[in-house]
């Protein structure tokens, strides 16, 4: 890792200014928060008609959809780029971007977020909140999610940051928005986490399927943790769940271990010469 380190530390700043800056890019956060604000009166009326559940899908649609056009088109404007960077090279490394997913959250993710303590008021209200697990909310998760958010997060602003910072700030900004974006200290650290692992790997690759295919990965588990909710909140803490303090501290060393080795062989897979990416 010393020589990417190096690397990004000694790559200079781009002096094109037409190209996406950090203030715009979280100006780009809040237009993304104002579409929300707009969309909101749907979430009242759209369930007398669809359903709790394809109203939720409709609203995140809608928002997602509208923010995305204008980001798209201000990127447009200032750089005349019309297309994104989705390719299918690189396809042998999915199995190492999902293992890395899947340890990440296990690993890192969850036992973060486990440890920011929950307002008792909030836990009566995270109670009171109806949560689904029908086909509409598995759309939204696994498909919807990862297609928009990666276009936003890692297809519009990385890869404009990219073009003008170094590695290091571009990834670290894309993913400080996008868990900021997500609006509360516990999912906030999920998406800055694996924003990094996508951000890195998009800078690597310049592959939108990949970072995709990550995102699904994850919100997938996070699907099926609503799916089983009734089983997991018998538990109160990660701890619990991993049964006890020794298994809790050996299944991050494992997850961390596993980490380490997925990004090993994805640098590995990402040094070798475009037409054995494929």
Request: a positive charge.
């Amino acid at each position: 890792m010393e020589n990417e380190n190096s690397e990004i530390e000694n790559m200079p700043k781009s002096e094109n200014k037409k190209y996406l800056s950090i203030g715009l890019s979280f100006g780009m956060l809040g237009i993304e928060l104002l579409a929300a604000l707009i969309f909101a009166p749907l979430v009242y009326f759209l369930p007398k008609y669809v359903g709790e559940e394809a109203s939720q899908l409709i609203y995140y649609v809608l928002i997602s959809s509208t923010a995305l056009y204008i980001l798209y088109s201000i990127r447009k404007k200032r750089s005349s780029e019309k297309s994104f960077s989705v390719s299918f090279s690189y396809m042998y490394a999915i199995p190492f971007i999902i293992l890395g997913g899947w340890v990440l959250i296990f690993g890192a993710t969850d036992p973060l977020s486990d440890l920011i303590p929950v307002p008792e008021f909030l836990k009566d209200q995270f109670e009171k909140v109806e949560v689904y697990s029908g086909i509409a909310t598995l759309f939204m998760m696994v498909i919807a999610a990862p297609i928009f958010e990666e276009l936003v997060y890692r297809g519009i602003i990385l890869d404009g940051l990219l073009k003008r910072y170094s590695p290091f700030t571009a990834i670290l900004v894309s993913s400080l928005l996008f868990g900021l974006v997500h609006l509360n200290p516990w999912q906030f650290i999920p998406g800055f986490i694996i924003g990094l692992f996508a951000g890195w790997i998009y800078y690597r690759t310049r592959n939108l399927t990949l970072t995709m295919i990550l995102h699904a990965t994850i919100n997938l588990v996070g699907y099926f943790q609503i799916v089983y909710k009734d089983v997991l909140g018998k538990y109160e803490t990660v701890v619990e769940l991993y049964g006890g303090l020794k298994q809790y501290f050996l299944v991050i060393i494992v997850c961390t271990t596993l980490f380490v080795v997925c990004v090993l062989c994805l640098r590995k897979i990402f040094n070798k010469p475009l037409n054995l990416r494929k």
